[in-house]
């Protein structure tokens, strides 16, 4: 199946410093992709919708000023977590689909990060 | 919110016995899809169902779709240890590619 790269897989950064995370789809065009965030033994929260040469697409609730999204290319998308806190502490994980065939979504391995 | 339930919230079983997760959903929906994910890592797709379809097979995978009481259910036959993970399903609907996800089972297969 397609494959999605995501890195890092884990960080640990100082309160107030930003952290950049980066998604790739390795073997297809994504002009979708999707952040999502994981707390321990819960469920994938989206957080915003990124679309390749525009805008991301924010869910309710979560801080676009905060969590800047840039899809420059078919292949790459990144999250930055700006001005970190503690309670940005949580799994990111990010998701791509196959603009061709648009159905299955596939993800990347997820990001740990710990602000401390 | 939007996401769905999936019961139960854990389930223990042993090699060898089949294991069955339901998941229940609150809108109309273009297909269900079912994704497994081990510990810290992400997400791996397993099979999907579209709205006009009711049962489907993939290995040792069945999932069925009953749209009118809005809910799936995911069995696993001849459960293995290595199928031990979080399993969730996924919802989507309308034309914008989003996934709903709901809260997830966590699976224990035991040797």
């Known amino acids: 199946g397609a494959v999605v790269s995501q890195h890092p897989s884990w960080v640990i950064c100082k309160s107030g410093t930003s952290v950049k995370i980066e998604c790739r789809s390795l073997d297809f065009q994504a002009t979708t992709m999707f952040w999502y965030r994981q707390f321990p033994k819960q469920s994938l929260m989206l957080m915003a919708t990124?679309?390749?040469?525009?805008?991301?697409?924010?869910e309710q609730g979560v801080e676009k000023d905060k969590f800047l999204i840039n899809h420059a290319s078919l292949t790459l998308s990144t999250l930055t977590v700006t001005s970190a806190h503690p309670e940005d502490s949580s799994f990111y994980i990010c998701?791509?689909?196959?603009?061709?065939?648009?159905?299955?979504?596939?993800f990347g391995q997820g990001t740990r990060l710990t602000v401390v | 919110s939007q996401q769905g339930e999936e019961d139960p919230q854990a389930l223990s079983i042993q090699e060898g016995e089949n294991a069955t997760m339901n998941c229940s959903y609150k809108t109309s929906i273009n297909n269900l899809q079912w994704y497994r994910q081990n510990s810290g890592r992400g997400l791996v797709h397993l099979i999907l169902i579209r709205s006009n379809e009711r049962e489907k097979h993939s290995g040792r995978l069945r999932v069925t779709l009953d749209t009118s009481k809005k809910s799936s259910s995911l069995l696993i036959t001849a459960s293995r240890a290595a199928d031990t993970a979080s399993y969730f399903c996924a919802t989507e609907s309308g034309g914008g590619n989003k996934l709903t996800f709901g809260t997830g089972t966590q699976l224990k297969v035991e040797l």
């Open positions: 998701s791509a689909r196959d603009a061709t065939t648009r159905t299955e979504a596939f």
């Open positions: 990124s679309n390749e040469g525009s805008k991301a697409t924010y």
